[in-house]
C-alpha cells in the first residue's frame, strides 16, 4: 500500500487553505489506490490540528510540537520534512504551492535526492507513486505535462485555489509524536509583522477585486477597497500601481507578485499584461472593467465591460450591496 504525505503549512497555529487543499487531494488520489494519506505539521499545539487533519483526509498526524517552528526557519523545516517522508516511508509528497511551501518543497527535494512538480492545476498518480501533473508554461500562455515515472519520493506544489478542499465529519487521524531534525540553522525568521488594517490575503482569497493604471491616481483605489468591501473579497493590483507607490507589494498579482486562482477576479483598468495575466488567468471567473476594448484582458475574461471604471464601480458597488442587503 502507497503512502502520500503532506505538508500542513500553519500561520499562528492556524492551518492555511491550501495545505487543506492538498491534504484532500492526497485523499482523492489515496482512495483511488487504496492508499492511506499522512500529514505532517510543525510547531506548537502540533498535534491540535488532528481532527481538522483528518476530516480533510489525513489517516495520520506526525506531529511535531517544538516552539522553533513557530517561525520559518528553512533548513529545519526541509530536513525535518524530509526525516518524515523517510520514516512514514511515503511514495508521494503533496505541498501547497505558497511561497514557504515552494521553498520547503525544493530545499527538501534536494535532501531526498528526489524530482519535484511545481506548480501543477492537475494531477494524477498512478499506482506506485508515479506523479504526472499540468501546470501552466510561458506566463501562461500554455500548458505543459510533465511526469516522474521513477523518482521517489514523487514530489509535487500545487496551486493554491484550484484544486478544492472537501472535509468530511467523522474521520478520526492516528497522532504520532515526530522529533524535530538536528541541522544547523542559518537562517530563520525573526517576527511577523501584520498591516495595521487587516485585509484579506490576496493568495487566499476566493474573490479578488485589483486595480489598475487605469484608475489614474492612488486615492482612487477607494472603488477598489469599496467593491472588494461589498462582494466581501480582498484587494489585488498590478505591478505598475504597485511600482507606483499606490498600493502596497503584498497586494501585487502577477508573474513577480503573487500567483492566484480565485473563484471571481475582477480587473479593473488593467490592461492585462501578459505578467500580470501569469498570475491570473486560472481564476474561474474572470470580469474585466476597461475603456479600451482592445485591451488583452478582454481575450482572458469570462465578462467584459467596455466603460470608464469611475463610473461603473460605484454603480457595480451599489446593485451588489444592496442585493446582499436583501432590498
Known amino acids: ?59 495520520r498526524l506526525l506531529a511535531v510540537d517544538d516552539a522553533s517552528f513557530d517561525l520559518y526557519a528553512p533548513e529545519l523545516f526541509a530536513a525535518t520534512l524530509a526525516d518524515a517522508a523517510k520514516a512514514s516511508g511515503c511514495d508521494t509528497i503533496l505541498i501547497a ?4 511551501g515552494r521553498d520547503v518543497a525544493a530545499r527538501a527535494c534536494a535532501r531526498l535526492g528526489t524530482a519535484l512538480l511545481t506548480d501543477v492545476v492537475e494531477l494524477e498518480r498512478k499506482p506506485g507513486g508515479a506523479l504526472r501533473g499540468k501546470r501552466p508554461v510561458y506566463s501562461g500562455k ?13 514530489m509535487a506544489t500545487l496551486r493554491p485555489n ?13 497522532v504520532v509524536s515526530f522529533p524535530p531534525a538536528t541541522v544547523k ?9 501584520k498591516p495595521a488594517a487587516q485585509e484579506q490575503d490576496v493568495a487566499e482569497a476566493s474573490i479578488i477585486v485589483s486595480g489598475g493604471r487605469g484608475l489614474k491616481a492612488a486615492e482612487h483605489f477607494s472603488l477598489i477597497r469599496d467593491l472588494a468591501q461589498a462582494l466581501g473579497g480582498a484587494v489585488g493590483a498590478s505591478r505598475a ?8 507589494h503584498s497586494h501585487q498579482v502577477g508573474q513577480t507578485g503573487k500567483v492566484v486562482s480565485p473563484s471571481l477576479y475582477v480587473a479593473c483598468g488593467i490592461s492585462g499584461a501578459i505578467q500580470h495575466l501569469a498570475g491570473m488567468s486560472s481564476s474561474k471567473v474572470i470580469v474585466a472593467i476597461n475603456k479600451d476594448a482592445e485591451a488583452p484582458i478582454f481575450k482572458v475574461a469570462t465578462y467584459g465591460i467596455v466603460g ?12 451588489i450591496t444592496k442585493v446582499r442587503a436583501g432590498r
Open 1 to 59: 500500500m502507497g503512502v502520500l504525505l503532506v505538508l500542513l503549512e500553519r500561520r499562528q497555529g492556524e492551518v492555511k487553505t491550501a495545505s487543506l487543499q492538498a491534504l484532500s487531494t492526497a485523499r482523492r488520489l489515496a482512495d483511488a489506490g487504496g492508499d492511506s494519506v499522512v500529514a505532517a505539521a510543525f510547531g506548537s499545539g502540533a498535534a491540535g490540528v488532528s481532527e481538522l487533519a483528518a476530516s480533510y483526509g489525513a489517516d
Open 97 to 100: 504551492g505558497t511561497s514557504l
Open 142 to 154: 500554455a500548458a505543459a505535462w510533465a511526469s516522474l515515472p521513477s523518482a521517489r519520493p514523487a
Open 162 to 174: 484550484v484544486f478544492p478542499a472537501v472535509a468530511v465529519e467523522g474521520r478520526k487521524a492516528e
Open 185 to 193: 540553522i542559518r537562517a530563520k525568521v525573526t517576527r511577523l509583522e
Open 241 to 248: 500601481v504597485v511600482d507606483d507607490g499606490w498600493i502596497g
Open 308 to 319: 470608464d471604471v469611475f463610473e461603473i464601480l460605484p454603480k457595480l458597488t451599489d446593485a
